[in-house]
């Protein structure tokens, strides 16, 4: 075994490795967990608090903690599963765990035993993966399949792949509410619903959506099986599977005839005042009882960008911003609860131009006057005034809600402003430090580099995240980072000094126990059996980092990888490095995991094999950041393949020109393969004879005799002598 202090210089630029990266990704808990005797530190990754809200200290702690948060539905299940697991070299399981706060989580646990050289478990190394949102996903399409069934509004589905797009499905309420049955509506396109009052643009409305891919939401007169026409609230919308493709058109009917009646009956009615409000510079909306705009007025169009009538029909908030509509839905829920009564809100709507607008909204529950018959809303266009009255609260809050120390000096450093976080990190008041100098501040030899901070701002020049030392009230030393600038005068003459501070004191202990637990995890990976490697994502997929392992498999050190950014190129073998290349390329460019089996080169000239299988690893960003990958030689296999390959084709060449009939049969006696031989022995091809019984040529004199010994355990093997009858004809 090489000696880990060895291994570390085989790495290039080792601060660049991403060790934490590898094992304490976001998304799992990675653990160990040694075998009795062995020299391994048990590890659990931090995201163990993440996941389970256990701290990795307390976790370590535990005895058995795995089966101590077991869900006791589980637990049973799981023991078998790892008392199953003792020969074998991995487990992949799902179960549930009971998190510190008493939720239960599911859980699949990937666990993978490390040996040493010789063959010895060393530890268990695992990794928990949290799946509960997987599982959760699973319950709800159960019960949206059943809420389908259930539903009170028509539910529609056609194939968009089939000619012309026909029905698969329909639910019970689709049934009532057209008089189709299932039966009669399965195959046929959804037109047979249309008729002679179907509107031609709501036709069009529908097959443009269609042919774009996109929803659709429209009011249209169709036609039950009885003939008699009703109004539809039709919504359609694609369904598209994982790559984007539409494989479903879902429609959801429902039947508002009495609604558009009553709609349209009042719009008959708004003639009367229509006039008093067609000028008015605030927007005026009338609403029904179930939220739907019976009228509005023309300044929508002024204030929003779009005409009334795109309006008319559709349910109010509709259009609101998302953070607002509940809030919406709310107000209109009071005002219905408050005839006679005028309520107040801000809502946010989309202007035509894809801004967002704050309007203030005023309602009066009028549906109990006759005259009106509905709730008369008020739109005020706020934006203007909200927007000054947002930057007006924001500038206030940001210096006493700021996590980071602010404040600002005059020329000569005496404190001028003083917020909260200052207080918190340095120690000192505002009472105590305004009017004082700054210098108070510094640490012990820190006072020539404040000057030259000093000097660059009093140039008009910004300091940014400059890291230094300062000292608090009580003494103590905190490392801080911070951003300064000049404030200058309408002249540009600088008048005051600004300064946001942040402390970093736990950053900087957190770098250092990084760097710690980077070791750690280098001795780990590189300790794995297979040849683990690290890899830039570029065209040469350069060596970044190579286990020590790889000099026994192709005779090339670890320095060497890293020395030569083509080596991994040159070692393919010449038949295989096209196809391999071409995947390579491919992989970058789609971040597909990279899995392949191909042959290399050694330094001495001999072919390995080698199962490649690599891993993108990207930032927080999801930009490709280095290829993780693993080689495992399977030159031993590959051998046997061939030479097995080779034994058949002996064995078939030496059955297929023996002299001798050879017949192979199952325990029933029914002939599974016959040799050619039976040909010239019988007269018969060995196609006819397979699937037969093996007695039935035999002649009747023998075939008892045969039948018994075939019966007789103890008769073992022995040559006999028996004639086969063919068509009259007799063969010994």
């Known amino acids: 075994m090489a000696d880990p202090d060895d291994d570390v210089s085989h790495a290039r630029d080792s601060e660049a490795i991403p060790y934490p990266l590898l094992v304490e990704h976001p998304s799992a808990v990675t653990y160990v967990v040694p075998y009795e005797g062995s020299t391994i530190t048990p590890y659990v990754s931090p995201q163990i608090e993440l996941l389970l809200g256990y701290a990795a200290s307390d976790w370590l702690a535990m005895d058995r903690p795995l089966d101590t948060v077991m869900h006791p539905d589980d637990r049973e299940r799981m023991v078998a599963c790892f008392e199953g697991a003792r020969d074998s070299s991995e487990i992949d399981a799902e179960f549930r765990l009971v998190r510190r706060d008493g939720r239960d989580v599911w859980m699949r646990n990937i666990v993978t035993k490390i040996l040493d050289a010789t063959g010895t478990p060393l530890a268990w190394h695992g990794v928990l993966i949290d799946i509960t949102e997987r599982k959760q996903v699973e319950e709800d399409l159960r019960l949206r399949e059943r809420a389908l069934e259930a539903a009170s509004n028509g539910i529609v589905m056609t194939d968009p792949s089939q000619p012309d797009n026909p029905v698969v499905y329909v639910n019970p309420a689709f049934e009532e509410i057209t008089g189709y049955s299932r039966g009669e509506a399965m195959g046929k396109n959804c037109r047979f619903l249309q008729g002679p009052e179907s509107s031609p643009a709501a036709r069009r409305l529908l097959r443009e959506a269609v042919d774009a891919g996109e929803s659709a939401r429209l009011a249209i007169v169709n036609y039950r099986q009885s003939g008699d026409p009703f109004w539809n609230d039709l919504s359609i919308s694609p369904v598209r599977n994982e790559t984007g493709q539409i494989i479903r058109y879902i429609g959801i009917l429902d039947d508002v005839t ?69 809030r919406g839905l709310a107000f209109f829920a009071d005002v219905l609860r408050q005839p006679g009564q005028t309520l107040t809100t801000e809502i946010r709507y989309r202007h035509a131009n894809g801004d967002w607008r704050m309007l203030e909204l005023h309602a009066s529950n009028l549906l109990d006057r006759p005259d009106i018959q509905g709730i008369v809303v008020n739109s005020r266009d706020v934006t203007e005034r909200h927007r000054a009255e947002e930057e007006h609260r924001r500038a206030a809050a940001i210096v006493d809600t700021s996590q980071d120390a602010i404040m600002s000096t005059d020329t000569d450093g005496i404190v001028r402003t003083w917020n909260q976080s200052a207080e918190r990190i340095y120690g000192y008041t ?200 693993n080689f495992i030689d399977i ?67 023998d075939l008892r005799f045969l039948e018994h010994m075939a019966r007789d355990p103890e008769r073992g093997r022995e040559r006999i002598a028996f004639d086969a009858t063919r068509e009259g004809h007799r063969h010994q």
Do not use: C
């Not at 939220?291 to 908030?317: C, D, H, K, N, Q």
């Not at 060596?543 to 393919?572: C, F, H, Q």
């Open 258 to 326: 009495d609604r558009v009646h009553a709609v349209e009956s009042m719009q008959r009615s708004e003639e009367r005042f229509r006039a008093l409000i067609q000028n008015s510079s605030d927007i005026i909306t009338i609403l029904d009882r179930e939220r739907i705009v019976t009228y509005e007025s023309p300044a929508i169009e002024r204030v929003l960008g779009f005409p009334a009538s795109e309006s008319l029909g559709v349910r109010a908030f509709t259009s609101a911003h998302p953070d607002d509509r509940e």
């Open 430 to 629: 505002a009472a105590e430090i305004v009017g004082r100098s700054v210098r108070m501040l510094f640490a012990d030899g820190r006072l020539d580099e404040a000057r030259v901070v000093r000097d660059k701002l009093l140039r008009g020049e910004r300091v940014e995240r400059h890291e230094t030392v300062r000292r608090r009230k009580d003494g103590s030393l905190v490392d801080i980072s911070m951003s300064s600038a000049p404030i200058v005068d309408e002249s540009g003459t600088v008048v005051a000094l600004a300064t946001i501070a942040r402390d970093i004191s736990e950053q900087k202990r957190t770098e250092q126990a990084l760097r710690e637990a980077e070791e750690r995890y280098r001795l780990l990976i590189e300790h794995i059996p297979s040849i683990t490697y690290i890899q830039a994502s570029d065209t040469h997929a350069s060596t970044i980092y190579m286990s020590p392992r790889i000099e026994s498999l192709v005779g090339y050190a670890p320095n060497e990888w890293l020395a030569d950014p083509e080596l991994w190129t040159k070692l393919i073998h010449p038949d295989d490095r096209p196809e391999v290349i071409a995947e390579h390329l491919r992989t970058n460019v789609t971040g597909d995991p990279f899995v392949m089996e191909y042959r290399m080169v050694a330094r001495d000239g001999g072919t390995v094999w080698v199962r490649d299988e690599a891993h993108l690893l990207h930032d927080t960003e999801g930009h490709g950041l280095y290829w993780q990958g």
């Open 635 to 701: 030159t031993e296999s590959k051998h046997a393949e061939r030479a097995l390959r080779r034994s058949e084709e002996r064995f078939r060449s030496l059955v297929q020109n023996a002299t001798d009939l050879i017949t192979l049969t199952d325990a029933h006696g029914t002939i599974l393969y016959e040799s050619p031989a039976v040909t010239e022995m019988l007269g018969l091809s060995p196609d006819e004879t397979v699937g037969t019984y093996i007695f039935a040529e035999l002649h009747h004199d």
